[in-house]
């Protein structure tokens, strides 16, 4: 039974930054790795992924800003985000899987979310 548990998430203010975690109980069936966030009333968001290689890729709105990583020794998903900005408020969900999809339904394992808000 696969479980990812999120942390990091919090309250700061626009410019800030913070880093987000997400220790795996098993990581070693997934291929990606992959942060996702949903604000209020949107649809989940992936933000940034990153492959077993260390190849990342991630959405426009957060190129140069966020920075997803992996630690293969100790199956940890980070994403580093810095500068925040207002419209980085949202619940950040860390998600694994076999296939790189840009949506959730591609994702089978998922976090149980942690939220950030940037006032």
């Known amino acids: 039974h696969v479980q990812l548990v999120e942390s990091g998430g919090g309250s700061v203010q626009t410019g800030e930054s913070l880093r987000l975690s997400c220790p795996g109980s098993?990581?070693?069936?997934?291929?990606?790795w992959a942060w996702f966030r949903q604000g209020p009333g949107k649809q989940r968001e992936r933000v940034a992924i990153?492959?077993?290689?260390?190849?990342?890729d991630y959405v426009e709105s957060v190129r140069g800003r966020f920075t997803i990583s992996y630690d293969n020794a100790k199956h940890i998903l980070f994403l580093q985000m810095v500068g925040l900005k207002l419209e980085d408020s949202a619940v950040y969900y860390c998600?694994?899987?076999?296939?790189?999809?840009?949506?959730?339904?591609?994702?089978?394992?998922w976090g149980q979310g942690t939220q950030v808000t940037v006032s």
């Open positions: 998600a694994a899987g076999s296939a790189a999809g840009l949506v959730a339904s591609a994702f089978p394992y």
């Open positions: 098993d990581y070693s069936f997934s291929r990606y």
């Open positions: 990153v492959d077993r290689y260390g190849g990342s």
